[in-house]
């Protein structure tokens, strides 16, 4: 199986502040990769696909990159809708997918 | 608009069984794999069962292997989770989700585009 990584698992911020977020998988996923934003009591949100790819519709602040085993999620510049919590997941052993631990990115 | 709605939600007791479902609407359900994801309280997202768009494939997670079953009705765009042998660890919000993505050479890479609200399943004695 493979396991997925984040760091830090908290995170505290300041609105426009840029924050990276890092996801570390134990093997190669090549770039089959994604992001999701979730908010208590909703729907996760999906951010960015395929390592870098971002969704439609999902502001141009939040951006991903990286290949391999070692990838990120970078907010530009925060805004208060951001406060929230992020994961990533691997798909190159889809259907059988795993995601991270989670981020939670709090207001400092 | 896309919509996914989960229902069939609550308490039951371990070794009972549930059946969930989730209502899809906005899109051609029976061109779409689909998945379920649960997270329990104060925990991670942990992917639980996948099917294929016409139902041929389905795939578990070796935590409900052999007492879950996935399936959909792709003639009232429903997809299913039936629950067997229930545990307390099984207590979780479930989502529904729809896996879009690409296939090549009978390999796909699929990540999920869309995500229902939830339903709370609660195993407790």
């Known amino acids: 199986d493979i396991q997925m990584t984040q760091s830090p698992s908290t995170l505290s911020a300041s609105v426009g502040d840029r924050v990276t977020i890092t996801c570390r998988a134990s093997q190669s996923i090549s770039r089959w990769l994604a992001w999701y934003q979730h908010k208590p009591g909703k729907a996760p949100n999906l951010l960015i696909y395929?390592?870098?790819s971002l969704e439609s519709g999902v502001p141009s602040r939040f951006s991903g990159s990286g290949s391999g085993t070692e990838f990120t999620l970078t907010i530009s510049s925060l805004q208060p809708d951001d406060f929230a919590t992020y994961y990533c997941q691997q798909y190159n052993t889809y259907p059988l997918c795993s995601f991270g631990q989670g981020t939670k990115l709090e207001i400092k | 608009e896309v919509q996914l709605l989960e229902s069939g939600g609550g308490l039951v007791q371990p070794g009972e069984s549930l059946r969930l479902s989730c209502a899809a609407s906005g899109f051609t359900f029976r061109s779409y794999a689909m998945s379920w994801v649960r997270q329990a309280p104060g925990k991670g997202l942990e992917w639980v069962s996948a099917i294929s768009d016409n139902g041929g494939y389905t795939f578990y997670a070796d935590s409900v292997k052999g007492r879950f079953t996935i399936s959909r009705d792709n003639s009232m765009n429903t997809l299913y989770l039936q629950m067997n042998s229930l545990r307390v660890e099984d207590t979780a919000v479930y989502y529904c989700?729809?896996?879009?993505?690409?296939?090549?050479?009978?390999?796909?890479?699929?990540?999920?585009?869309?995500w229902g609200q939830g339903t709370l399943v609660t195993v407790s004695s």
């Open positions: 989700t729809k896996a879009v993505g690409s296939c090549s050479n009978g390999v796909c890479y699929k990540y999920f585009e869309y």
């Open positions: 395929q390592a870098s």
